[in-house]
């Protein structure tokens, strides 16, 4: 009989320790436990360059202050190195030629359609809407870049494929980075703080390409965004709450592993339809629901204090002061979460239990090889030459406004042959 | 010899002038009279198509349908005319064919045969397609004014303006809605529209098809361009199939800009590529929806431009999709040959390609009519360009035009009609 006391009042004791701990260790996680330290993101270790862009015998132009970067954009050949040294430069550089930037200080980047890019150590201050946005492109790298003070998005991908975002510090912006109706993207070892909300996977309807799927979010330090959200009115971002840590609107197969995502005053982790920040039938060829989530293992805490809006709303009634890691509304179906336990969370009653699984094979979503610029072969080109310019003048055996082209190949077959 | 010679002339030389008077009366009755009861006849029993062997009594058109393709085309085995351009070389992003100099297109409609081409063209320009025969297509969409008619508010049979402006049909073969609001998802579901509407063409669908079938010229036609119907009547679905083909073989893509796009860097003059960056930079921003290489993401947007001068707010896209986010959405056009199709917007608010520019200069909202809480498109903001980057803007929109592939004007047209396209309306 005594020692089945003596057992009892162990365990009761165990378990009054146990609360006592967790009721502490809450306190501690609300207060005080400091976030661990962000990376270091210009040591020779961290990351590592994909792209190659030393050796061989390239011609180097330098540019100073005071000298024009556009004319010797202009002059630049393939191969060219155009070190543009400190100073002020109020240019507008638009380069349409193969390139590659880095270190660069200024207002934002922004391409359409260039593929097998590299965007690397620029830094870029209140650029206004955009800081590094590459759109329409494919198989790009954007690293070790620092940006604040973006209206929008600092880095933003819009209608992409296979693009790495690693190694970025995005602070002080409405939105850190944003991975808008792409495909493919890695976003990892990012250091967000102090945005308004700080890394998105979104749908935005009425863009030309219309879904957003394979994205992962991994090992990325999403810390205290708690920034006013100054955006532009009408703009996606300029409706969301203060206080979001990741975002995943729409979006469907987001993976979101290893990321620390603490003091974000709103929400840890939020999952949401197209409803919440538009009519959901504005785009038909939309799908607004995110589908096939998974939220592997994360380190969240002290999120979700001091709620806004719709979370606020929530909060009230389902009478709780208690702030949210991870919030999912809307519809959607297919995910999954590992370890629900670990998390404060709601609405994600329809998230089964993920199979045991990890991001860690996927070492990036960049292509073995470049993207191919060309698609075709000299034939095939010269064939969509003579159809799409030529054939307007010259039809192939009757004279139209110019000879016919069985004449010309008569004028120029002894050039042909040689 | 010559005495009886004369004994035969002499009588005929009397009969001759004595009654020559009644012939040159009577003849022309004769062959009116005929004429008329071949038309009667002709006209009673059902009319068939006549194979062109029996093309005995068709009108003096010539019934031979070209039967090479339009320039931009080539003919495949199976006598269809498949699209070629240049930007067939470049990779196409999920098939939406947006972005960037060197970027695919969508896939163009195309796959039909030259004499389906060939007879849309004819039709087109013909205005037997109207009810009362006093317009055609080509009325409101005139080759020589960009494929669209000058005018802020077309002008249907009855000369009454209609709601809003007709587009121009350059590149309409890219296109996948139809009309400003998108209402129309093809172009044969768009056309019935203007052929039926009692304000446009006017026509219904049985007097379209008795006037084509009963005549002779164009059942030639249709027999040519329809093969495998020969001898039938002539359906609604072929004449909706040639109007297709002829108007999707309307391709612009050879302007100045294109050849700077593929690599000619002198294609451009300086001040026009100033133009170019200023309209691809992140402050101006008209790139993010007039995306190269179509100048349209084909989307719709909410832009907050004024309705014509005295008529109502057009409430736009948020008819056709009962959303009112896109209440006065409209679709965003192509700037293709934008310079030869003033005046522009919707209702032809503005008469110059600056004066187009400066709308968006002058903030966010500013045309907004009070009362109205429109969604604007979070791109437009107050972009404040300079003089000078509003007129390198416009410089550079000019270089969009290419009229190259311009198909030519029919000198006759089947049904007998005269052209009308040209004609002077009362505006």
Known sequence: MKTILSILGALIGAALMFGVGFYVSQFLFKEDVPPPPPPDYFSETSGGSRADLTGGDQKIVEVRDGESIRNAVADAEPGTIIRVYPGRYNETIFIDKDFKIMNYKGNGIMGQAGNNFVIRNNWVKDAGIYGIFPEYGKNGLIEHNIISGIADAAIYVGMCDNIDVRYNEVHDNVAGIEIENSRKVLVEGNYAHNNAGAIFALITPGLPIKNCRNVIFRSNYVINNNHENFGEPGSIVGKLPKGTGIIVLAADKVTMENNIVMGNDNVGIAVTDLSFTDNMDKDPKTDPYPDSLVILDNLMANNGNNPVGQVKTLGKARMSYKGLDILAMGGGKGSCIKDRSRYRTWGLDGYGACPPTTTTGIQSYMLDKPAEPRDVDKEREGKLVYYGVCSGCHAYDTRLIGPKVTDIQKIRADQQAR | ?427
């Open chain 2, 1 to 427: 010899m010559n005495q009886r010679f004369r004994i035969i002339i002499q009588p005929l030389d009397r009969i001759f002038t004595k009654h020559v008077r009644y012939l040159i009366v009577l003849l022309p009755l004769v062959v009116f009279v005929s004429l008329g009861v071949i038309y009667q006849s002709s006209n009673s029993k059902e009319p068939d198509r006549p194979s062109s062997d029996k093309a005995s009594g068709s009108a003096s058109f010539s019934t031979q349908l070209r039967d090479r393709c339009p320039p931009g085309f080539e003919l495949t085995d199976s006598n269809t005319c498949e699209c070629r351009h240049m930007y067939q070389q470049y990779k196409n992003l999920q098939g939406a064919g947006v972005g960037g100099l060197q970027a695919g297109l969508p896939e163009a409609r195309d796959g039909f045969s030259p004499q389906q081409i060939d007879l849309g063209r004819l039709l087109f320009f013909d205005p037997v397609l109207s009810a009362d025969s006093s317009t055609s297509c080509a009325s409101c969409h005139k080759p020589e004014k960009g494929f669209s008619d000058g005018r802020g508010r077309s002008m249907g049979m009855h000369e009454k303006p209609l709601q809003r402006g007709a587009p121009s049909l350059w590149n309409v073969a890219f296109k996948k809605s139809f009309f400003w609001d998108g209402r129309a998802s093809t172009l044969e579901e768009q056309m019935q529209e203007a052929l039926f509407n009692g304000d446009e063409m006017g026509n219904t669908k049985d007097s379209l098809l008795a006037a084509l079938n009963n005549d002779q010229a164009y059942q030639l036609l249709f027999n040519e361009a329809y093969p495998e119907n020969h001898g039938g009547q002539i359906t609604l679905e072929e004449v909706y199939t040639a109007l297709t083909a002829f108007q999707t073989s309307l391709i612009s893509l050879n302007s100045r800009y294109d050849q700077y796009a593929h690599g000619n860097h002198n294609a451009l003059s300086e001040r026009e590529i100033k133009g170019l960056n200023v309209f691809r930079s992140s402050v101006a921003r008209c790139a993010e929806c007039h995306t190269p290489p179509l100048f349209t993401n084909r989307q719709i947007a909410v832009i907050g431009a004024p309705a014509a001068d005295g008529a109502p707010f057009d409430e736009g896209a948020q008819a056709t999709f009962g959303d009112s986010s896109l209440r006065g959405g409209f679709k965003v056009p192509t700037l293709r040959n934008i310079a030869k199709t003033a005046p522009y917007m919707h209702s032809g608010a503005f008469t110059t390609l600056e004066g187009a520019i400066r709308f968006y200069n002058k903030g966010r909202g500013h045309a907004v009519p009070e009362g109205e809480n429109l969604d604007l498109h979070w791109l437009i903001h107050n972009p404040d360009l300079k003089d000078k980057e509003v007129k390198q803007l416009v410089d550079f929109l000019k270089t969009l035009t290419d009229q190259r592939f311009k198909p030519q004007v029919p000198e006759q047209l089947p049904s007998g009609l005269p052209l009308v396209h040209k004609h002077k309306r009362s505006s």
